[in-house]
């Protein structure tokens, strides 16, 4: 695993301090805080895997926490079921509940989504309600602590319990986010359109990410059932669902030491904003905290005056409030209020996000990929030689009649085209001729009017894009989609998904399996970063990178595909002289190795020092086709597009 040193002290640290507490501070109360902590803080990784990584909404999660807390006490209360069958039963019941509204609304985004997990969690609570022969309706059930190798838990013994099963969770969580199935996740929030046509069905892992996410609400609801010892549907209702939200936004996303914090926090503050005397302590330390941050931030010039004034004063404000009430029970909901508002205005990427940019630490986006740096064959031979049959020259992709109608405008209007195996066809034709929306027909992400296209003598036509892209057409975008916040040797590893066969048993429990495809993977990721010449910026940020190494790093991700057909759209767009030299050496050094490319390009000299052939777009017809010469010197093509340009 791919932990640094520290890193693993500190969580080692951190198990031994939270395993001792309970043996230091006898206290009852405190014991059950923590344990509570540790539940929602096991909802809370899951929860982040679907609004940190994939970046959907779910407001179901207190349902589905709801759904495990219910699995278990219903199984206790009914058949007496021992904890080693209750807890499996919850995860696996929650994850089909998960699955069950993942996939009908993981159809829709955004507001829809939030919507339709909004009235999922309202219906389980209502069922919960209604369904009294099973769940003994708005009595409730009431549960003991349940036993372990035929041994009755007490409070510390079940704290220990629930230890584990953090633990457990937490490594489980950590092993799936840095394997395939996690750039996955990331890989969908970052672009949708570039997962599907790297072969990485965005549904399919939304899906994924929501059923695995539901699995770990499941065991989080059945340890709590057996922590309150007694369960009542009224726990699991909205107000719960969005101190998860909220728990995951102050802590911060994509962060297990933010999930934490965000469950201690949600747990906490309730608590201490009862209490007057522990919410002046608590006030003016954060004045302090705040005035301290705001003083560090202007001398190091990151903070104007007026930005730094506005938190000072607010938490000076709230501080001052504190001793000037003399009891909370009207204000406790204002005030929670109110730090929420200003958790989510001021700290964006949460707490642990806003010290992580305090201490100027960038978030660390290695995975188990960086264990293998030193990986890696001679580039060129990453590139795999296009295998299957068919001769040179034979057509590898045909369309017929291509229609694709935009209300009233026809941007490709009855289009042919054939592309012979083994060589480089241009597409030509001024901006708006319909270059891109043929790349867009031909990866399936857009379904032409009417038409026919075949691939290798199977249609493409209304498969999804993944499915494409999977059967070996890979592409480049106009406006490069990478996925920015992954390192450029994770963007070419989503490429190499396909190659992944590992299921996820095998990644939690880094089978030998997994260890192999891993090793393998990475060793072609960096093999083919060589290839484009990004071999030393295999760690670097995409999003960092210069906008020509972008476009090199988008061919490394196609290629990883292991592509027979490589769309290319403007790839020379923006560079540099010097730059477009290498890409037209590695243009030729693609097709050396056997695969057939179709190259959108406004650069003639690309465009007729490369390709064998060329078809000319306008007004989404083609008016010319042939060898580049003959076309660069037709009378329709000079009056069309090249006229002003050739002159
Ligand atoms: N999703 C869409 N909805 C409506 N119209 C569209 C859509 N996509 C493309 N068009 C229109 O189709 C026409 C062809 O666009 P397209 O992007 O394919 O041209 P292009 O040849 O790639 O141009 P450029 O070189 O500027 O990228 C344009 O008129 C464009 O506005």
Redesign the pocket.
Same mark, same amino acid.
């Given at each position: 695993m791919a932990v640094n040193r520290s890193q693993a002290l500190l969580a080692v640290a951190g198990v031994a301090a939270a395993a001792l507490f309970p043996l230091v501070l006898h206290n009852p109360y405190y014991i059950h805080l923590v344990e509570t902590i540790m539940i929602y803080a096991i909802v809370l990784f899951g929860l982040d895997i679907v609004v940190g990584y994939t970046g959907l909404v779910s407001l179901g999660h207190a349902g589905l926490f709801g759904i495990g807390a219910y699995t278990a006490g219903v199984l206790v209360f009914k058949l007496a079921a021992p904890l080693w069958l209750t807890l499996p039963a919850a995860i696996a019941v929650t994850a089909a509940f998960g699955a069950l509204l993942a996939l009908p609304a993981l159809r829709v985004t955004g507001p829809y989504l939030a919507m339709v997990t909004l009235a999922f969690g309202t219906i389980i609570q209502i069922l919960i309600n209604e369904m009294s022969f099973l769940t003994e309706g708005p009595m409730g059930i009431k549960l003991d602590k349940p036993a372990l190798l035929g041994v009755k838990l007490d409070e510390v013994g079940y704290y220990w319990v629930v230890l584990a099963l953090l633990v457990a969770s937490l490594v489980f969580v950590h092993r799936v986010l840095r394997s395939h199935l996690g750039r996955a996740f990331e890989a969908l929030r970052g672009s949708p359109v570039a997962s599907d046509c790297m072969g990485v069905s965005v549904y399919r892992y939304k899906v994924h990410a929501f059923v695995i996410s539901a699995g770990l609400a499941g065991l989080a609801g059945a340890l709590y059932a057996y922590s309150e010892q007694y369960i009542s549907p009224n726990t699991y209702n909205f107000e719960q669902t969005v101190l998860f939200l909220l728990a995951i936004i102050m802590g911060g996303r994509k962060t297990r030491t933010g999930a934490l914090l965000g469950a201690a926090i949600i747990v906490m503050l309730p608590k201490l904003l009862d209490d007057i005397d522990a919410f002046r302590m608590v006030s003016v330390a954060m004045a302090v905290i705040v005035t301290a941050g705001a003083v560090v931030a202007l001398q190091r010039g990151k903070a104007t005056a007026v930005q730094a004034a506005i938190p000072v004063a607010g938490s000076l404000a709230l501080a001052a409030l504190s001793f000037v009430l003399t009891t909370m029970t009207d204000w406790r909901l204002s005030i929670f209020g109110l730090i929420t508002l200003f958790v989510v205005y001021y700290l964006q990427d949460g707490i642990v996000g806003f010290i992580r940019s305090a201490l100027n630490r960038q978030r660390s986006v290695a995975d188990d990929a960086e264990d293998t740096q030193a990986l890696g064959s001679a580039g060129a031979d990453a590139v795999s030689q296009a295998a299957a049959g068919g001769a040179r020259g034979e057509p590898l992709l045909q369309a017929q009649g291509v229609l694709m109608r935009? #209300?009233g405008?026809k941007?490709l209007n009855e289009v042919d085209l054939s592309i012979a195996r083994g060589s480089i066809h241009g597409l030509i034709?001024?901006? #708006?001729?319909?270059?891109?929306?043929?790349m867009?027909v031909l990866t399936g992400i857009?379904v032409p009017t009417a038409g026919a296209i075949t691939f290798d003598g199977r249609s493409v036509v209304g498969r999804t894009s993944s499915d494409i892209a999977l059967s070996g057409i890979a592409r480049t975008f106009?406006n490069v989609q990478l996925f920015g916040e992954m390192t450029a040797l994770q963007n070419v590893l989503v490429g190499l998904h396909h190659s992944f066969k590992s299921g996820l048993l095998d990644v939690s429990l880094h089978t030998p399996r997994y260890a192999r495809e891993n090793l393998r993977g990475t060793a072609r990721a960096l093999g083919l970063l060589r290839f484009v010449g990004l071999g030393e910026l295999a760690h670097e940020q995409a999003r960092n990178l210069p906008y020509g190494k972008q476009r090199l790093l988008e061919i490394a991700r196609a290629l990883a595909l292991e592509p027979r057909l490589l769309l290319l759209d403007?790839p020379a767009a923006g560079l540099t002289a010097p730059d477009i030299k290498e890409l037209i050496a590695i243009i030729r050094k693609v097709r050396d190795h056997g695969i057939t490319v179709i190259l959108?390009e406004?650069h003639m000299d690309v465009v007729m020092g490369l390709c064998d052939t060329v078809s000319v777009?306008d007004f989404?017809q083609k008016i010319a086709e042939g060898a580049p010469a003959a076309v660069q010197s037709d009378a329709k093509v000079i009056e069309a597009y090249l006229g002003g340009q050739a002159a």
């Amino acid at each position: 695993m791919a932990v640094n040193r520290s890193q693993a002290l500190l969580a080692v640290a951190g198990v031994a301090a939270a395993a001792l507490f309970p043996l230091v501070l006898h206290n009852p109360y405190y014991i059950h805080l923590v344990e509570t902590i540790m539940i929602y803080a096991i909802v809370l990784f899951g929860l982040d895997i679907v609004v940190g990584y994939t970046g959907l909404v779910s407001l179901g999660h207190a349902g589905l926490f709801g759904i495990g807390a219910y699995t278990a006490g219903v199984l206790v209360f009914k058949l007496a079921a021992p904890l080693w069958l209750t807890l499996p039963a919850a995860i696996a019941v929650t994850a089909a509940f998960g699955a069950l509204l993942a996939l009908p609304a993981l159809r829709v985004t955004g507001p829809y989504l939030a919507m339709v997990t909004l009235a999922f969690g309202t219906i389980i609570q209502i069922l919960i309600n209604e369904m009294s022969f099973l769940t003994e309706g708005p009595m409730g059930i009431k549960l003991d602590k349940p036993a372990l190798l035929g041994v009755k838990l007490d409070e510390v013994g079940y704290y220990w319990v629930v230890l584990a099963l953090l633990v457990a969770s937490l490594v489980f969580v950590h092993r799936v986010l840095r394997s395939h199935l996690g750039r996955a996740f990331e890989a969908l929030r970052g672009s949708p359109v570039a997962s599907d046509c790297m072969g990485v069905s965005v549904y399919r892992y939304k899906v994924h990410a929501f059923v695995i996410s539901a699995g770990l609400a499941g065991l989080a609801g059945a340890l709590y059932a057996y922590s309150e010892q007694y369960i009542s549907p009224n726990t699991y209702n909205f107000e719960q669902t969005v101190l998860f939200l909220l728990a995951i936004i102050m802590g911060g996303r994509k962060t297990r030491t933010g999930a934490l914090l965000g469950a201690a926090i949600i747990v906490m503050l309730p608590k201490l904003l009862d209490d007057i005397d522990a919410f002046r302590m608590v006030s003016v330390a954060m004045a302090v905290i705040v005035t301290a941050g705001a003083v560090v931030a202007l001398q190091r010039g990151k903070a104007t005056a007026v930005q730094a004034a506005i938190p000072v004063a607010g938490s000076l404000a709230l501080a001052a409030l504190s001793f000037v009430l003399t009891t909370m029970t009207d204000w406790r909901l204002s005030i929670f209020g109110l730090i929420t508002l200003f958790v989510v205005y001021y700290l964006q990427d949460g707490i642990v996000g806003f010290i992580r940019s305090a201490l100027n630490r960038q978030r660390s986006v290695a995975d188990d990929a960086e264990d293998t740096q030193a990986l890696g064959s001679a580039g060129a031979d990453a590139v795999s030689q296009a295998a299957a049959g068919g001769a040179r020259g034979e057509p590898l992709l045909q369309a017929q009649g291509v229609l694709m109608r935009f #209300g009233g405008l026809k941007a490709l209007n009855e289009v042919d085209l054939s592309i012979a195996r083994g060589s480089i066809h241009g597409l030509i034709g001024p901006n #708006g001729s319909g270059k891109s929306t043929m790349m867009n027909v031909l990866t399936g992400i857009y379904v032409p009017t009417a038409g026919a296209i075949t691939f290798d003598g199977r249609s493409v036509v209304g498969r999804t894009s993944s499915d494409i892209a999977l059967s070996g057409i890979a592409r480049t975008f106009q406006n490069v989609q990478l996925f920015g916040e992954m390192t450029a040797l994770q963007n070419v590893l989503v490429g190499l998904h396909h190659s992944f066969k590992s299921g996820l048993l095998d990644v939690s429990l880094h089978t030998p399996r997994y260890a192999r495809e891993n090793l393998r993977g990475t060793a072609r990721a960096l093999g083919l970063l060589r290839f484009v010449g990004l071999g030393e910026l295999a760690h670097e940020q995409a999003r960092n990178l210069p906008y020509g190494k972008q476009r090199l790093l988008e061919i490394a991700r196609a290629l990883a595909l292991e592509p027979r057909l490589l769309l290319l759209d403007e790839p020379a767009a923006g560079l540099t002289a010097p730059d477009i030299k290498e890409l037209i050496a590695i243009i030729r050094k693609v097709r050396d190795h056997g695969i057939t490319v179709i190259l959108i390009e406004h650069h003639m000299d690309v465009v007729m020092g490369l390709c064998d052939t060329v078809s000319v777009l306008d007004f989404g017809q083609k008016i010319a086709e042939g060898a580049p010469a003959a076309v660069q010197s037709d009378a329709k093509v000079i009056e069309a597009y090249l006229g002003g340009q050739a002159a």
